[in-house]
Structures are given as structure tokens and as C-alpha cells.
């Protein structure tokens, strides 16, 4: 099948971001349960997330006094299409790529770094002072996720000689690049984290703002924009699975189980994380990024150009 | 509508989204509804079905208090766990207001299928949708207009221009936040100048429970201190004052985690404190060390809000900062428990959170060697805050006089957390202040 042609490709997007955000509220509710100490139904694991999904379809939208409308609509379409987007670039199985260009690791970072722009026009368009300023705290560390994010693909693209996710899954047979390239996955959960506003790096949504930029949304409006969020952390799973954990290649089982199974992986040590680890402070996270993350992803870059030479 | 029929008997297992709005006297109980089953605590009304509305009515409270009513979306319903006393207009202000058992988890269940099924009407706007101030803006998307910049034109907060620390004019955004702000303690308002997300400057409004406290006493549900203030007049033994302020400080130090993202940890740390023994004292240490230790944390904590020795004279936050004060040294009823306090040193957020938690420790070591000792009225005592029975102010008077300069220069997140790690009682504070005069 071609899955580049709009409607398989509209079905694949749409199915992997489908079980992937469903899978990811699974594992984040039975990992707060766990931490919590509660009693952890099985049954109530797995159906809690389709029945708070189907109150917020019940549940009537709100307005605030004059919000932008428009740009408060469009917030999570854009940032869910970023994240569809972005995982249109990555490998599902071997020849299954929905957007296979010769520079997909580009089009991935592209897509990453709207993000930034949806969340703000989230926080700005509710004309609420809370919500704008969860929107000022993203844009203050975007360029802190961006950056190391941006670096550790290329770095993983060095040893594939090309910006192209499937070459650089390919280049992974025999040694994956979380081993070639040990700091590389680290540096990248913590920026795609960042991205999907995640655990400890959910500043921009947070408790200390009331719930930041979704401060003043609910019902269906509420659900598009927790969607769209998972959808990014999704996205960024699909791809760390992609370029350090050697994508689909794995004995026994057919590449689309390998891929599941290791983007399930990365999504459940980003759910684990987001109950163990506190939230950062954004001043200090700033400094970190750019005199720790930034420099080691640098390191990254450098040591793996020096041995892809 | 078939889509509807289709979605509500799934929307019924839901966990049920609350908001819990908290009055005087409710916080204990608040943070118990937090541990029931199949019910959700959510940060804002607009993500919440049912509003919990916690402890007494005063009267500054019931305008806010149908505020945040009326930005719950529809199906809604409030429900009231009013302790005691049952007044303040609520019930007047809402018609279809459930007065509910306090605590009942399966009550507050039974309210959210009845609104989902339709047998409850859900709950009509309490205050008239009409603006607060006439709208004088004329652009596309309201803004502009004669005299719609700057102060507060026409009773609606603008920003208006201000120097900011590099000496530049920057925006700065008036906001009054409170009294039912979640990540403040109940009834807190303060008046906050804001550029970008740095407090330029706050102050602290009127104590919505200031008059309102004396007849609390008598017809209303506890204060969150209310054994130790008995114990000023009345025999209590010791080990259960001091099972109350492990109670009293693990409580709080479930609140701060879920403020820090943490509210898995902080939920654990209630379903210890809820039936709180001294014979708990292993688990209550084990999971406190690993807080105290928590890398995160102390990264989010360090050097926030620091305090010196100079700042403060009692309590934790004393302790904190240094200071080896506290009152049960000379507490004849503590002499042979081999008490000495617990100091710290930093006197920031950080070493406050590891105050509480390593009080929170020595209280219940000290419930097991106490035994069944009664601590007899007479000398001040230390009470979960500070000395009570002083003829100094109460603890939290004195803290809330630290905001205003504490908070200044700070970010958002850091002026919450320093909030937090005061640990304020409202409550404590309006004692022996009178009712503001209505304007």
C-alpha cells in the first residue's frame, strides 16, 4: 500500500496517535496509582481515559470576557497537527513511512518548533492573565528544549551520512545509537518532555498557574488541547524509538511490533518520570540548558562526527 | 443527541472532576476528599462538574465563592460539606445546592450520576452574566478606545507602565488573586503587580474570616488547629497533640508536592496522615527521607524564599532558618521525652519542606514515648506554627506581615512556592481582628 497518498496515510497518523495516546493515559494513570499507593484496577486503568474523554464530550464548552476565538480554536489544532506532522516523518515498519523525504529529521525538528507557537496562541487567545502566562513560561524555555533537540538528531544522523529517519534506522542494524550514542536519548527525553509540556516540564500547564494555559477551557475544547499535547509526546516517543532504539529492526517479531514495543518503552519512562520527578524551576532549568544540556549535546555531535569520519 | 445517549453511561464510571473551594475550617476535610475513591481534584472550575465547597461561609467569601460557581461548564452541581454551621446566604444564592455528609465519597458520586443522567437539573448561573465594567474598547477584538490603557479604567484591570529592575519601561499587569486561589491557603488575597511573570510588588488584601472567627468557635467546624488551641485550657495528652502535628505537617507537605507536580507522592503522603499512629513512625520516616532527598525537589526549592534568623521567631519556619526555638524546651509535660528540636539552617523552601518532614518524625517518636502523659494548661505550647499562649501575636500573623517583601522580584513559581512554604492560617491570623466595615 501507498501509505503517501492522503487517506491511508490520514488513517495511519490518525491509528498510531490514536493507541499511542490512549496507551500513554494507561500507563499514566496506573503509574500515579502505583506511586500513590492506591488500589490499581486493571479494569479502571484501562477505561478511565475513555470515560474522562467522553465526560469532557459532555461537558459544555466556556468563554471567557472577549477571548480571541479563533486563535483559541485553532491553539490545539495546530499543535495536534504539528505532532501528526512530525510523526508522518517517522518509520512505523520497514517501508512504512508516511512522509519518507530525504530530510525527514528536519521536517520532525520543524514541526517541534511550532509547537511553541500553538501553546502561545493557547495562552494568549483565553484573554486571561494565567493562561498568558503559562504561555510566557514556554516561550522562555522553547528555545531550551529546541536546541539540545535539535542537536542529538543530528548527531544521530551523522553515522546514517543523511537526514532521513528510515536511513538513519538503518544505520542502526548491529549497534542502535542509545549505545553509540549514550548521551543522546537522555538529552532527547528531556527536550521532547519539554515539547509535549510533560511531567517535571510542565511549566507552562501547571498546578502553580491553575492549570496555565487550559486554565479557562473545558469540555471539548479542554479534551482537543490534552489530546494534542499527548499527541506530541507521542510523536516524540515514535521518534526516540526511531532514531536511538533502531526503530522496526528486531528478531522474531515483525518491525511494527518492535517499533510499538519500543515507543511504548520511551512513553512509559516518560509517565514514570512525570510522577517521580518535581516540577524544574524555570530560571535554573534556562541556565542548566545552556551550560549543561546544550554543551553535552555538542559533545554528541561532535564525538559522533569525529567517529562517523 | 444519540451521540449523547451513547456517551453518558461511560461518562458515568468517569472519576468524578471536583474543584473543592475551601471556607473556614474546611482544609483538613478538603484534603480528604482528595483520598476518595473515584474522585478527581482538578486545578481549575472550568475542568470541574462539581464544586466542593468545604467549611463555613463568611461573608466576604460568597462572592467569590459563586464566582468561580458560575465558571464551572454545564452539567454542574455544588455540592457543601458546611461542618457545623449552615448559613453565610449559600444556600439562598443556590437553589439546587446539596448540603452533603461530610466526607461521603459515595454521596459526592450519587450528585455526578444524578446530574449525568439528568434526574439533577444542572445548576443555572448564581451571579447576572453581564460584565463587571462597561466594555469601551472599539478594535476588532475589543482592545483600543479613549482611556482603555493603564490602572484600571473603568473597574477592569490594564497594564500601565513601570521600570523594571534593568530600567526599563516594561508592562505591569495588575491582579488580584484570591480567596479561593487553589495554590494559596484558604482565604488568602493578595494584590499582586505583575511584569511578565516577575511580582514587582504584593500586597496582602482583607482576611475574609477577620470578625468571622469567634462565632466560628462556637457554631462552626474546627480551626485547623483546634486541638492545640483546647490544649491551652484542658488536660490532652501528649501523644495525641503530637500525632496531630505530624498529621498537621504531613498535610501540608502533600499540598506543597502537588504545587511542585508531585501529586501521586503527595496523595501517598495523605493516606498516611488520614489515620495517622506512632506506630507509623518507620513508614512516615522512610517515605520523609526520601522527600527530604528528592534532587528535584531541593533543584525547584534551594534558596527560594530564604528567611533569615533576624525574620522570624518561632515555629518551623524558625527552625528552618536556624533558630532553636520552640516552646515545649520548657514544657514541664516534655521534661524525661528527651526532646531537643530540630534545627536546619538554610531557612529557604527547601529546609522548610525538610523542617516539617523531620518534625513531622520526632512528633510521632515523641507520641510513642509519651505514652498516655497528659500535658497540663499553664505554659505557652508549641503549637503546629509556632507558640500559642504567648502574649506575642500568632504565628501566622506574623508570617503573612513577611509576604509583601518575600514576594517582590520573585516569579510566579517561586513567589507560589514561597506561599506555600509558610505554611499560612488564615484562619489563625483573623483572630481578634474585627470585620472589615462593608463599603
Do not use: C
Not at chain 1, 475544547?221 to 521518534?239: I, S, Y
Amino acid at each position: 500500500m501507498n501509505w503517501s497518498s492522503p487517506l491511508p496515510a490520514l488513517v495511519l497518523v490518525s491509528a498510531v496517535l490514536a493507541v499511542g495516546t490512549y496507551a500513554l493515559a494507561v500507563l499514566d494513570r496506573a503509574n500515579g496509582d502505583r506511586v500513590a499507593r492506591r488500589r490499581l484496577r486493571p479494569r479502571d486503568a484501562v477505561l478511565q481515559p475513555a470515560r474522562a474523554a467522553s465526560l469532557l464530550l459532555l461537558t459544555r464548552p466556556t468563554a471567557t470576557e472577549r477571548p480571541d476565538a479563533q486563535a483559541w480554536a485553532l491553539a490545539p489544532a495546530l499543535l495536534a497537527a504539528m505532532a501528526a506532522g512530525a510523526l508522518a516523518t517517522v518509520p512505523l515498519d520497514r517501508g512504512v513511512t508516511v512522509a519518507d523525504v530525504d530530510d525527514g529529521i528536519v521536517l520532525f525538528g520543524a514541526a517541534m518548533a511550532i509547537v511553541m507557537v500553538a501553546v502561545y496562541l493557547h495562552g494568549w487567545s483565553a484573554n486571561s492573565p494565567l493562561p498568558l502566562l503559562g504561555g510566557y513560561r514556554f516561550i522562555a524555555l522553547a528555545l531550551s528544549y529546541e536546541m539540545p533537540l535539535a542537536l542529538v538528531l543530528i548527531a544521530a544522523a551523522l553515522p546514517a551520512q543523511s537526514l532521513s529517519v528510515g536511513a538513519i534506522v538503518e544505520s542502526q542494524q548491529g549497534l542502535w545509537n542509545v549505545l553509540r550514542q549514550p548521551l543522546g536519548l537522555p538529552l532527547y527525553l528531556v527536550a521532547g518532555m519539554g515539547l509535549g509540556f510533560w511531567g517535571p516540564l510542565n511549566t507552562s500547564d501547571a498546578p502553580d498557574l491553575a492549570g496555565g494555559t487550559a486554565v479557562e477551557v473545558s469540555g471539548p475544547q479542554r479534551l482537543a488541547w490534552e489530546l494534542a499535547r499527548r499527541f506530541v509526546v507521542v510523536a516524540v516517543a515514535a521518534m526516540g524509538a526511531a532514531v536511538f532504539l533502531g526503530g522496526w529492526q528486531g528478531p522474531v517479531l515483525p518491525g511494527w511490533a518492535w517499533m510499538a514495543l519500543k515507543t511504548l518503552l520511551l512513553l512509559a519512562v516518560v509517565a514514570h518520570l512525570g510522577h517521580r520527578v518535581a516540577r524544574v524551576r524555570l530560571e535554573r532549568f534556562v541556565v542548566v540548558a545552556w551550560t549543561v544540556l546544550i554543551p553535552l549535546a555538542l559533545v554528541d555531535v561532535f564525538v559522533s562526527g569525529a567517529l562517523a569520519l | 443527541m444519540g451521540i449523547a445517549r451513547w456517551l453518558t453511561p461511560l461518562a458515568a464510571g468517569a472519576d468524578v472532576p471536583v474543584f473543592t473551594a475551601i471556607g473556614a475550617g474546611g482544609r483538613a476535610l478538603a484534603d480528604e476528599a482528595a483520598l476518595l475513591p473515584g474522585v478527581r481534584l482538578v486545578d481549575s472550575p472550568r475542568a470541574a462538574n462539581i464544586l466542593l465547597f468545604v467549611g463555613a461561609v463568611t461573608p466576604p467569601l460568597l462572592r467569590p465563592l459563586l464566582g468561580i460557581h458560575d465558571q464551572l461548564p454545564t452539567p454542574r452541581a455544588t455540592v457543601w460539606w458546611p461542618g457545623r454551621a449552615v448559613g453565610g446566604g449559600l444556600a439562598s444564592a443556590l437553589p439546587d445546592l446539596v448540603v452533603g455528609p461530610a466526607g461521603d465519597g459515595d454521596h459526592l458520586r450519587s450528585v455526578f450520576a444524578e446530574l449525568l443522567s439528568g434526574e439533577r437539573r444542572s445548576e443555572p448561573p448564581a451571579l447576572p452574566d453581564q460584565e463587571a465594567a462597561e466594555w469601551r474598547g472599539v478594535g476588532p477584538f475589543g482592545q483600543g478606545g479613549t482611556g482603555m490603557t493603564g490602572g484600571v479604567p473603568y473597574g477592569r484591570p490594564l497594564p500601565s507602565r513601570a521600570p523594571d529592575p534593568d530600567g526599563l519601561e516594561l508592562d505591569q499587569l495588575p491582579l488580584h488573586v484570591g480567596p479561593l486561589f487553589p495554590p494559596f491557603p484558604p482565604g488568602l488575597i493578595l494584590h499582586i503587580e505583575l511584569q511578565g511573570d516577575v511580582v514587582r510588588q504584593a500586597t496582602v488584601g482583607d482576611n475574609p474570616f477577620a470578625g468571622a472567627t469567634e462565632d466560628l468557635d462556637q457554631d462552626g467546624p474546627p480551626l485547623d488547629t483546634a486541638l492545640f488551641v483546647g490544649a491551652l485550657t484542658s488536660p490532652t495528652p501528649i501523644g495525641d497533640l503530637e500525632v496531630a502535628r505530624a498529621r498537621h505537617h504531613l498535610r501540608w507537605a502533600a499540598r506543597t508536592l502537588r504545587l511542585h507536580g508531585l501529586e501521586s507522592e503527595g496523595l501517598r503522603l495523605l493516606g498516611l496522615a488520614r489515620s495517622l499512629a506512632p506506630a507509623d513512625r518507620a513508614a512516615v520516616e522512610s517515605l520523609a527521607q526520601r522527600i527530604a532527598r528528592s534532587r528535584s525537589l531541593a533543584w525547584t526549592t534551594r534558596g527560594v524564599g530564604i528567611l533569615g534568623t533576624d525574620d522570624v521567631t518561632g515555629g518551623p519556619v524558625a527552625r528552618a532558618a536556624g533558630l532553636a526555638v520552640d516552646a515545649r524546651l520548657h514544657d514541664p509535660a516534655y521534661q524525661g521525652l528527651g526532646f531537643s528540636p530540630v534545627v536546619h539552617g538554610a531557612g529557604d523552601a527547601r529546609d522548610r519542606l525538610r523542617q516539617r518532614l523531620a518534625e513531622a518524625v520526632q512528633a510521632l517518636e515523641l507520641a510513642e514515648r509519651a505514652g498516655s502523659q497528659l500535658r497540663r494548661p499553664g505554659p505557652p505550647l508549641e503549637g503546629p506554627r509556632g507558640p500559642l499562649g504567648t502574649e506575642d501575636p500568632l504565628p501566622s500573623v506574623a508570617l503573612l506581615g513577611l509576604l509583601p517583601r518575600l514576594l517582590a522580584g520573585q516569579e510566579w513559581g517561586d513567589a507560589m512556592t514561597i506561599v506555600a512554604s509558610l505554611d499560612l492560617d488564615l484562619e489563625e491570623a483573623a483572630v481578634g481582628q474585627p470585620a472589615p466595615i462593608p463599603a
